[in-house]
């Protein structure tokens, strides 16, 4: 399977983006995908995971700022972004939450908040 995720930008401190990633398969084999975040110099954090059921878990730095979503039948997931700040300049990937039978991690896309 082969995840790509898009969306990302730059855009000033209290703004929005949507991000999505598609997958190349179907991912109702998934119980949970999430979106993870990657800044310069630290590593790969977890800040949004979605179950199939549509249970969300979001990291506390970004509670009430991001959403995520899934639409199953378009192999996507999406992370909806608001209330930026320059804190969440990064590169967004998304993956499954759990690590075993994990996909390879796509490119990712770039997150670049202006103060």
């Known amino acids: 399977v082969q995840l790509q995720a898009s969306g990302g930008g730059l855009v000033q401190t209290g703004g929005s983006l949507r991000l999505s990633c598609t997958a190349s398969e179907s991912i109702l084999r998934y119980n949970a995908m999430g979106w993870y975040r990657q800044a310069p110099g630290k590593q790969r954090e977890l800040v949004a995971s979605i179950t199939l059921g549509g249970t969300t878990n979001y990291a506390d730095s970004v509670k009430g700022r991001l959403t995520i979503s899934r639409d199953n039948a378009k192999n996507t997931v999406y992370l909806q972004m608001n209330s930026l700040k320059p804190e969440d300049t990064a590169v967004y990937y998304c993956?499954?939450?759990?690590?075993?039978?994990?996909?390879?991690w796509g490119q990712g896309t770039q997150v670049t908040v202006s103060s």
């Open positions: 993956n499954t939450k759990t690590p075993y039978g994990r996909p390879s």
